[in-house]
């Protein structure tokens, strides 16, 4: 357990006019008010609040959060109150202290909504005081080097799972980079031990055979800078096991088929020598293309700055090299920590707080978000660091999410503006809205009054205020269509047995049948005919006996069998628009996988078919038979797709191709391969996906067989 006199010298030694008295006080405090307790692994409380005090100490904040660190848990887990911390540490450290309290301290509904609430109050934290989430973060990273001692293995991989898409996102956006890999390191050894033990096994196995190749590399580079009359300091490490993972799952590669997973790193005194060292570099081994990156000319938007370059090294194996200043490597270290300005009372920067604008931005786009998951999707989505920044034509600058389009833009500028968009100028030039804004991009936004959004921008568009306000125009559009098309279908209906519907809606009866179905107005009854959750029929049996109505139904009422007599308790990976205990299945005729545009086909007696926008049979049907469905993100199903692979003849061909696509996580369900007389061979599979990604990510395994020549899904 670390001590607080460790704590107290590794303040000092950064910064010798620190007054160290708070910190002193905030030991003492917290050990009294927390003595008795222990923690899951037997040892005192005490030592949590001290690792997170040491924490923040290495990322070299101020001695205010230190103290908030040592106290982060007081209010929260003893019965001090929040009056005594004002007391006895003054107003700073108790706003502090009480943003962390919040996080953890309310009552919720389900663990969704634990989730989404924590990060809302995060972010609000983030907003007024950095420092909050900072001390959150180094709470949550103890917490996880102590995640075995929970015995409950659901529990340890949900706080795994919550931390690899919370926490380490953010840590990333700050800038700690070292916090986000060791986040992401240990939540990868609980969401998948297996792979994490294997991969930590291939590099103890790769360190054993190439130790000496990392002391070559860094040899010659200190000789080469040396020559140069350059002084610098040559680190060489292996990347962390969850990069490694990602890089083999992304690009289907193996271990041994990766080159880039050893990095070293150049400590320079000033930014000249920075590009003296980058040339020098350059000059004696061949740089690989579109491998270069100078964040010295063009940081990243969480501050961090370095050359990075990819070369062919010693024995022309590929090695990644960065370059940067020692103060450079500080704030790649600690992120916005390293640009922190509290001593002496004052506050953060206008910089720093331009930077870190972003946190204002996702706490209003999520004011009128009511569903917790539908948050947390936009959270994680703002979350990614990759930005482009593009002008308005008056010359303003305006920060996107790498990818974001013009309907994006046009939403930044105003709701008004997005809903009435129908195309845009990119430096002059007419682009496609769903063109994706660059960098340095002049967009100038073209409006027609009383145009609508679309529903295929929900498509493209990449920010969550373009999204949420997209989705409430369709909602209020498919209201009024779904009302519009109940009537007609209500009207419909009951001429057919002799009724009159404008009777039938002004009569005293119509209140008993709304609660009947459950409804309070007769136009939420219409809407639901209109979405397809009741029928006509059905209310018309409210009004006439059931055998009358029986005598006169049709064998072809298909809504009627639809819903009335076909039904699945269990949603499965596609939901029917305004209903969710339908049967679906899936046209064999395209094979519909998710990421694939998709329709639903009213079958009769059968439920709802699947089929591609694009298919055939699908182009062909009764567009009165036709109704929308949307893959559910929440289940995770495998669907089968085939493929055709036309390669050249040779031995152990097939059982090269099975092993590709078995490596990939794609199971065969079924495979047939005919040779002609040329030695061509046509192989057909029939195999399953999670969808289109997993789908294009086994395909690309495919072709990196020898002697295929072409692979291509089969849809008809």
């Given at each position: 357990?670390?001590?607080?006199?460790?704590?107290?010298?590794?303040?000092?030694?950064?910064?010798?006019?620190?007054?160290?008295?708070?910190?002193?006080?905030?030991?003492?405090?917290?050990?009294?008010?927390?003595?008795?307790?222990?923690?899951?692994?037997?040892?005192?409380?005490?030592?949590?609040?001290?690792?997170?005090?040491?924490?923040?100490?290495?990322?070299?904040?101020?001695?205010?959060?230190?103290?908030?660190?040592?106290?982060?848990?007081?209010?929260?887990?003893?019965?001090?109150?929040?009056?005594?911390?004002?007391?006895?540490?003054?107003?700073?450290?108790?706003?502090?202290?009480?943003?962390?309290?919040?996080?953890?301290?309310?009552?919720?509904?389900?663990?969704?909504?634990?989730?989404?609430?924590?990060?809302?109050?995060?972010?609000?934290?983030?907003?007024?005081?950095?420092?909050?989430?900072?001390?959150?973060?180094?709470?949550?990273?103890?917490?996880?080097?102590?995640?075995?001692?929970?015995?409950?293995?659901?529990?340890?991989?949900?706080?795994?799972?919550?931390?690899?898409?919370?926490?380490?996102?953010?840590?990333?956006?700050?800038?700690?980079?070292?916090?986000?890999?060791?986040?992401?390191?240990?939540?990868?050894?609980?969401?998948?031990?297996?792979?994490?033990?294997?991969?930590?096994?291939?590099?103890?196995?790769?360190?054993?055979?190439?130790?000496?190749?990392?002391?070559?590399?860094?040899?010659?580079?200190?000789?080469?800078?040396?020559?140069?009359?350059?002084?610098?300091?040559?680190?060489?490490?292996?990347?962390?096991?969850?990069?490694?993972?990602?890089?083999?799952?992304?690009?289907?590669?193996?271990?041994?088929?990766?080159?880039?997973?050893?990095?070293f790193r150049l400590l320079m005194h000033s930014q000249a020598d920075c590009y003296n060292a980058l040339g020098i570099i350059h000059s004696h081994w061949k740089p690989i293309d579109r491998k270069f990156k100078d964040y010295i000319g063009r940081p990243k938007p969480n501050m961090y700055q370095s050359l990075h370059t990819s070369v062919f090294g010693p024995g022309d194996?590929?090695?990644?090299?960065?370059?940067?200043?020692?103060?450079?490597?500080?704030?790649?270290?600690?992120?916005?920590?390293?640009?922190?300005?509290?001593?002496?009372?004052?506050?953060?920067?206008?910089?720093?707080?331009?930077?870190?604008?972003?946190?204002?931005?996702?706490?209003?786009n999520q004011e009128n978000t009511k569903d917790p998951n539908e948050f947390l999707e936009n959270v994680k989505i703002d979350l990614f660091p990759d930005e482009v920044y593009v002008f308005t034509p008056n010359g303003e600058v305006k920060t996107m999410p790498k990818g974001a389009t013009p309907v994006d833009f046009a939403y930044m500028i105003h709701t008004e503006v997005?809903?009435?968009?129908?195309?845009?100028?990119?430096?002059?030039?007419?682009?496609?809205?769903?063109?994706?804004?660059?960098?340095?991009?002049?967009?100038?936004?073209?409006?027609?009054?009383?145009?609508?959004?679309?529903?295929?921008?929900?498509?493209?568009?990449?920010?969550?205020?373009?999204?949420?306000?997209?989705?409430?125009?369709?909602?209020?559009?498919?209201?009024?269509?779904?009302?519009?098309?109940?009537?007609?279908?209500?009207?419909?209906?009951?001429?057919?047995?002799?009724?009159?519907?404008?009777?039938?809606?002004?009569?005293?009866?119509?209140?008993?049948?709304?609660?009947?179905?459950?409804?309070?107005?007769?136009?939420?009854?219409?809407?639901?005919?209109?979405?397809?959750?009741?029928?006509?029929?059905?209310?018309?049996?409210?009004?006439?006996?059931?055998t009358e109505t029986e005598e006169d139904e049709k064998p072809g009422s298909i809504l009627n069998r639809l819903i009335g007599r076909v039904r699945k308790k269990k949603p499965g990976g596609v939901l029917v628009r305004g209903m969710d205990d339908i049967l679906v299945k899936f046209g064999k005729c395209c094979n519909a996988v998710p990421g694939d545009p998709i329709i639903?086909?009213?079958?009769?007696?059968?439920?709802?078919?699947?089929?591609?926008?694009?298919?055939?049979?699908?182009?062909?049907?009764?567009?009165?038979?036709?109704?929308?469905?949307?893959?559910?993100?929440?289940?995770?199903?495998?669907?089968?797709?085939?493929?055709?692979?036309?390669?050249?003849?040779?031995?152990?061909?097939?059982?090269?191709?099975?092993?590709?696509?078995?490596?990939?996580?794609?199971?065969?369900?079924?495979?047939?391969?005919?040779?002609?007389?040329?030695?061509?061979?046509?192989?057909?599979?029939?195999?399953?996906?999670?969808?289109?990604?997993?789908?294009?990510?086994?395909?690309?395994?495919?072709?990196?067989?020898?002697?295929?020549?072409?692979?291509?899904?089969?849809?008809?």
């Amino acid at each position: 357990m670390i001590r607080i006199n460790d704590i107290i010298e590794n303040i000092q030694e950064k910064n010798r006019d620190a007054d160290v008295d708070i910190v002193n006080r905030a030991y003492i405090f917290s050990a009294q008010v927390h003595a008795g307790q222990t923690r899951l692994s037997g040892e005192p409380y005490l030592s949590h609040p001290l690792e997170v005090a040491g924490i923040l100490a290495d990322m070299n904040l101020d001695v205010v959060s230190v103290a908030a660190g040592l106290l982060h848990d007081v209010i929260e887990d003893t019965d001090t109150t929040e009056e005594t911390i004002r007391e006895m540490f003054g107003d700073e450290v108790f706003n502090i202290v009480q943003g962390v309290t919040k996080l953890s301290k309310l009552a919720f509904t389900s663990s969704e909504d634990r989730q989404a609430e924590s990060i809302r109050k995060m972010l609000l934290a983030m907003a007024s005081d950095i420092r909050v989430i900072l001390i959150k973060l180094a709470d949550r990273l103890h917490n996880m080097k102590t995640l075995r001692y929970h015995k409950n293995e659901d529990k340890r991989k949900r706080i795994a799972q919550e931390t690899l898409d919370i926490y380490a996102p953010i840590a990333s956006r700050l800038g700690i980079y070292w916090i986000k890999r060791e986040l992401e390191d240990i939540s990868f050894k609980y969401i998948d031990p297996d792979n994490f033990d294997r991969i930590q096994y291939f590099v103890e196995k790769d360190m054993t055979g190439r130790g000496g190749y990392i002391e070559e590399v860094r040899a010659k580079i200190s000789e080469l800078m040396a020559k140069a009359n350059l002084k610098c300091e040559v680190l060489g490490r292996y990347k962390h096991f969850y990069s490694i993972s990602q890089k083999m799952y992304t690009q289907s590669l193996d271990f041994d088929e990766l080159y880039d997973i050893i990095a070293f790193r150049l400590l320079m005194h000033s930014q000249a020598d920075c590009y003296n060292a980058l040339g020098i570099i350059h000059s004696h081994w061949k740089p690989i293309d579109r491998k270069f990156k100078d964040y010295i000319g063009r940081p990243k938007p969480n501050m961090y700055q370095s050359l990075h370059t990819s070369v062919f090294g010693p024995g022309d194996q590929r090695i990644e090299i960065q370059i940067r200043t020692y103060a450079m490597d500080e704030v790649a270290k600690s992120g916005i920590a390293a640009h922190w300005s509290y001593k002496e009372g004052k506050t953060i920067d206008d910089i720093s707080n331009q930077k870190f604008a972003w946190i204002q931005n996702i706490i209003e786009n999520q004011e009128n978000t009511k569903d917790p998951n539908e948050f947390l999707e936009n959270v994680k989505i703002d979350l990614f660091p990759d930005e482009v920044y593009v002008f308005t034509p008056n010359g303003e600058v305006k920060t996107m999410p790498k990818g974001a389009t013009p309907v994006d833009f046009a939403y930044m500028i105003h709701t008004e503006v997005g809903n009435t968009c129908t195309g845009a100028k990119v430096n002059g030039v007419m682009a496609p809205l769903k063109y994706q804004l660059k960098t340095g991009d002049v967009v100038k936004i073209i409006t027609t009054k009383g145009h609508h959004p679309s529903r295929d921008w929900l498509n493209f568009v990449k920010t969550v205020k373009a999204r949420s306000r997209i989705r409430q125009w369709i909602k209020i559009q498919e209201k009024a269509r779904s009302m519009t098309l109940g009537r007609e279908m209500c009207e419909k209906e009951f001429r057919k047995y002799k009724l009159n519907y404008n009777d039938l809606t002004k009569s005293e009866g119509i209140d008993e049948i709304l609660e009947n179905f459950g409804y309070q107005t007769l136009d939420d009854l219409v809407a639901a005919v209109g979405y397809g959750k009741i029928t006509p029929l059905q209310i018309v049996r409210k009004i006439i006996p059931k055998t009358e109505t029986e005598e006169d139904e049709k064998p072809g009422s298909i809504l009627n069998r639809l819903i009335g007599r076909v039904r699945k308790k269990k949603p499965g990976g596609v939901l029917v628009r305004g209903m969710d205990d339908i049967l679906v299945k899936f046209g064999k005729c395209c094979n519909a996988v998710p990421g694939d545009p998709i329709i639903g086909y009213i079958t009769r007696g059968y439920g709802v078919t699947v089929h591609k926008v694009d298919c055939v049979n699908a182009l062909k049907m009764n567009p009165e038979r036709r109704i929308a469905v949307e893959w559910n993100q929440g289940e995770k199903e495998k669907y089968p797709v085939r493929i055709h692979v036309q390669s050249h003849d040779r031995v152990g061909l097939l059982a090269d191709l099975a092993m590709n696509i078995t490596k990939c996580g794609a199971n065969i369900l079924a495979a047939n391969s005919e040779t002609k007389e040329n030695k061509i061979v046509n192989s057909f599979f029939t195999i399953t996906v999670e969808d289109t990604r997993h789908l294009n990510v086994v395909i690309a395994a495919i072709k990196k067989v020898k002697m295929v020549g072409e692979v291509r899904r089969i849809t008809g």
